[in-house]
């Protein structure tokens, strides 16, 4: 594992504290390397919070360029960046924040020439991708090569995160065998919203990194906003799944 320089014990001294933290663990954040993609509402939340816990890369994976419309939820977009590339102002701030993390900055959404390359580049992913479509290549590509995946989505109010370990849990395939048939790419969103769920699935990369605590395997953690409603779901895994069924 990598050594941490007086300058990073000063910055990471308070969360070393932890139990089940101290310095191994934070040595063991340093060395990790995790996908995000996307670097939006949740995803963007998510970069942010590792990069300030010290994971040592990040890959970002998001096309496109910044329009007005991002500015309510993606707090790694500026309105000095308007009409410029998504991923490299997100690269831009994380840098800025924690100039010891490496930002890989890609500037594509996982699709199926590139979703193998990706996660292979990872040890954990963070799935945040609105399309089903992305969030399917990615689980099927951290089941191939047996990576840990995060799995965080919101609409509206609501949010929900659980944690993919595969070949020992549920895989997405196994809760959402398909796209549903009215999911659209844009959907009623609040910025707080989308953070609070890009937090709560930092935490969970963060637990697998560093081994302390439980993470949301083979449960789905679901919640209400509007009323402020938690509640944690089991997920079974189906023998029959197309994806994981066989491993």
């Given at each position: 594992?990598?050594?941490?320089?007086?300058?990073?014990?000063?910055?990471?001294?308070?969360?070393m504290?932890?139990?089940?933290?101290?310095?191994?663990?934070?040595?063991?954040?340093?060395?990790?390397?995790?996908?995000?993609?996307?670097?939006?509402?949740?995803?963007?939340?998510?970069?942010?919070?590792?990069?300030?816990?010290?994971?040592?890369?990040?890959?970002?994976?998001?096309?496109?360029?910044?329009?007005?419309?991002?500015?309510?939820?993606?707090?790694?977009?500026?309105?000095?960046?308007?009409?410029?590339?998504?991923?490299?102002?997100?690269?831009?701030?994380?840098?800025e924040?924690?100039?010891?993390?490496?930002?890989?900055?890609?500037?594509?959404?996982?699709?199926?020439?590139?979703?193998?390359?990706?996660?292979?580049?990872?040890d954990?992913?963070?799935?945040?991708?609105?399309?089903?479509?992305?969030?399917?290549?990615?689980?099927?590509?951290?089941?191939?090569?047996?990576?840990?995946?995060?799995?965080?989505?919101?609409?509206?109010?609501?949010?929900?995160?659980?944690?993919?370990l595969?070949?020992?849990?549920?895989?997405?395939?196994?809760?959402?065998?398909?796209?549903?048939?009215?999911?659209?790419?844009?959907?009623?969103?609040?910025?707080?919203?989308?953070g609070?769920?890009?937090?709560?699935?930092?935490?969970?990369?963060?637990?697998?990194?560093?081994?302390?605590?439980?993470?949301?395997?083979?449960?789905?953690?679901?919640?209400?906003?509007?009323?402020?409603?938690?509640?944690?779901?089991?997920?079974?895994?189906?023998?029959?799944?197309?994806?994981?069924?066989?491993?």
């Amino acid at each position: 594992m990598p050594s941490l320089s007086d300058e990073e014990r000063a910055v990471y001294e308070w969360q070393m504290c932890v139990p089940g933290v101290g310095v191994e663990g934070q040595r063991k954040l340093k060395g990790a390397s995790v996908l995000v993609s996307r670097a939006g509402g949740v995803g963007g939340l998510v970069a942010y919070e590792l990069a300030a816990a010290g994971v040592g890369r990040l890959v970002l994976a998001h096309a496109g360029v910044v329009k007005p419309g991002d500015l309510n939820r993606q707090i790694l977009m500026t309105h000095a960046a308007l009409g410029t590339s998504r991923v490299e102002c997100a690269a831009r701030r994380l840098r800025e924040l924690n100039p010891h993390v490496e930002i890989v900055a890609v500037p594509e959404n996982v699709n199926p020439s590139n979703a193998a390359r990706l996660v292979a580049m990872s040890d954990v992913v963070a799935c945040c991708a609105p399309l089903f479509e992305e969030r399917f290549l990615m689980n099927e590509q951290c089941v191939r090569q047996n990576k840990p995946m995060v799995d965080a989505a919101m609409y509206e109010l609501t949010g929900h995160v659980t944690t993919i370990l595969p070949r020992r849990t549920a895989c997405l395939a196994c809760r959402v065998p398909e796209r549903p048939p009215d999911w659209k790419r844009e959907f009623p969103v609040f910025g707080a919203v989308a953070g609070a769920v890009g937090c709560l699935a930092a935490v969970e990369v963060i637990k697998l990194i560093t081994g302390m605590g439980e993470p949301l395997a083979d449960r789905l953690l679901t919640f209400d906003l509007r009323d402020v409603r938690f509640r944690t779901v089991k997920i079974v895994r189906r023998p029959d799944c197309p994806v994981c069924g066989g491993e």
